[in-house]
């Protein structure tokens, strides 16, 4: 049983960090409609700049962060201001393409500045443990599994209370209404990819904290993420993270039991398994968990 307990806690913490990558798309599909494909990008962006201010030029941790949040948000803000923006009112399909050239425009510079090598990060965590009841939880689960929930009410007092927030949810739901009440859609895009960008940044941080590394094979991380945000729901910030908690916990018990118990269906079955759990959801829930069902009006 402590096994299972150890599994359960390492698949909430492996889901927290794809929680805070679905945002990040999510938060974009909501007020534009369009998947973002860039997101994986902009997560390793962040964790590369993290390092840059960290460990290059000596900033204090919390602060290497904080800057990186808002440097990569900076460059969200930029990707739509000199691209993405050229393109409201064009087909969806259009705007997918260039977040995908985005995507692989941004995995060439990474290395290109920082090169191929893995880097240290530099974050307090480390390897350090703490023991709860026979359990030994590593610190950079905590703050992981702290900084999601974080992430998590921060998007709900903002869609909730903010007049920003307001005119977000207003935009997503009728961009032509909200603009006749003066909503300005532009602004609204903007402020989207600010919030992916600073979003993204914090699921590099967390990727590549503790005993992983800062790599470029942090951009493919938003790959695995993509099942929890089909799976919460693509609009739905809080479906994202429980989505990203379904697919991380059944990830780690897949890697965890699989091998010893059903060992004939192949080695890294594990990491196929968040599209099995996806697949079974969609031929239930078409609109994932707790997403908006499309309405047609005849």
């Not at 402590?2 to 798309?25: D, I, M, P, S, T």
């Not at 902009?42 to 993290?50: E, N, P, R």
């Not at 530099?122 to 023991?131: A, C, E, F, K, S």
């Amino acid at each position: 049983m402590e096994e299972f307990f150890q599994l359960v806690f390492a698949g909430l913490a492996l889901g927290a960090r794809y929680a805070l990558v679905a945002l990040g798309f999510v938060v974009i599909y909501r007020a534009t409609g369009v998947i973002n494909f860039a997101q994986g990008g902009l997560v390793a962006l962040g964790a590369y700049v993290a390092y840059q201010f960290a460990q290059e030029w000596g900033v204090p941790f919390a602060l290497a962060v904080v800057l990186a949040l808002a440097v990569t948000g900076l460059v969200g803000v930029l990707i739509e201001r000199t691209m993405l923006r050229r393109m409201v009112g064009q087909p969806a399909f259009a705007v997918i393409m260039i977040t995908i050239g985005v995507l692989f425009i941004l995995e060439q510079a990474i290395p290109t500045v920082w090169g191929y090598g893995a880097q240290n990060l530099g974050d307090p965590w480390g390897i350090r443990t703490v023991d709860a009841g026979g359990l030994a939880l590593a610190v950079r689960d905590l703050w992981t599994i702290g900084l999601a929930a974080l992430a998590l009410a921060g998007f709900f007092l903002f869609f909730r209370y903010s007049s920003l927030g307001l005119a977000m949810r207003a935009t997503a739901f009728d961009q032509e209404a909200a603009l006749a009440q003066g909503i300005s859609a532009r602004k609204i895009f903007a402020l989207s990819w600010g919030i992916a960008g600073i979003v993204g940044a914090l699921a590099g941080v967390t990727l590549a904290s503790g005993a992983a590394a800062v790599d470029p094979s942090i951009s493919f991380i938003a790959l695995a993420a993509f099942p929890a945000m089909i799976l919460g729901g693509m609009d739905s910030p809080p479906g994202a993270v429980i989505g990203g908690v379904i697919i991380g916990v059944t990830q780690t018990l897949t890697a965890g039991y699989q091998p010893d118990h059903a060992a004939w269906l192949g080695s890294n079955f594990h990491i196929v398994m968040p599209y099995v759990v996806m697949v079974l959801i969609l031929l239930v829930r078409p609109y994932g968990l707790f997403g908006t069902p499309e309405v047609e009006r005849i």
